[in-house]
């Protein structure tokens, strides 16, 4: 048995090479990231939206002909800004293992395997975060409270970490 202090093995002197697990981001640092996220780009959709909400005044939009249930279900967001977000989130994991709000606080999605996310990974992941995010969470934290899994992150087979130093 090796002391845990070993760089080289004492008996032949190879380098000891030791495995290294992740460690899992937590719940706070993953919101902050999210809320990051919602704000950097609240700032881009918001002014076009606000823009398109201000055209439809003015023309025929048969919004208030829609049954009530298509307008609203609870827990279910799918918005305008649901897509962009969703798209955002696929693309910046799937290609940088990160957005903006998990750059600025050293977090990242990866594979539980330890490989990069792909984007069709990413997107499977992005699904919850943008178009169901309270039952993602609420079903993930009773699910997979070891691992601090939303369910999508499940689904996915990702998780989130700390980046190393």
């Given amino acids: 048995m090796l002391p845990e202090e070993a760089t080289y093995c004492p008996n032949c002197g190879v380098p000891v090479k030791r495995i290294v697990k992740p460690t899992l981001a937590g719940w706070g640092e993953r919101f902050g990231a999210w809320l990051i996220d919602i704000i950097v780009l609240g700032i881009f959709i918001m002014p076009i939206y606000a823009a398109m909400r201000w055209l439809l005044i003015w023309t025929f939009w048969p919004w208030d002909m829609m049954p009530h249930f298509a307008r609203w279900a609870p827990f279910v967001d799918l918005g305008p800004s649901s897509f962009v977000y969703f798209l955002y989130?696929?693309?910046?994991?799937?290609?940088?293992?990160?957005?903006?709000?998990?750059?600025?606080?050293?977090?990242?999605?990866?594979?539980?395997?330890?490989?990069?996310?792909?984007?069709?990974?990413?997107?499977?992941?992005s699904i919850g975060k943008a178009f169901l995010l309270p039952i993602d969470c609420i079903l993930g934290w009773i699910l997979y409270p070891t691992k601090k899994q939303r369910l999508f992150n499940y689904i996915s087979d990702t998780i989130v970490v700390k980046m190393r130093q």
């Fill in 89 to 125: 989130w696929t693309f910046m994991e799937g290609v940088y293992g990160q957005s903006i709000g998990k750059m600025a606080l050293k977090i990242k999605v990866t594979r539980i395997n330890g490989e990069d996310v792909d984007v069709a990974h990413a997107a499977i992941e």
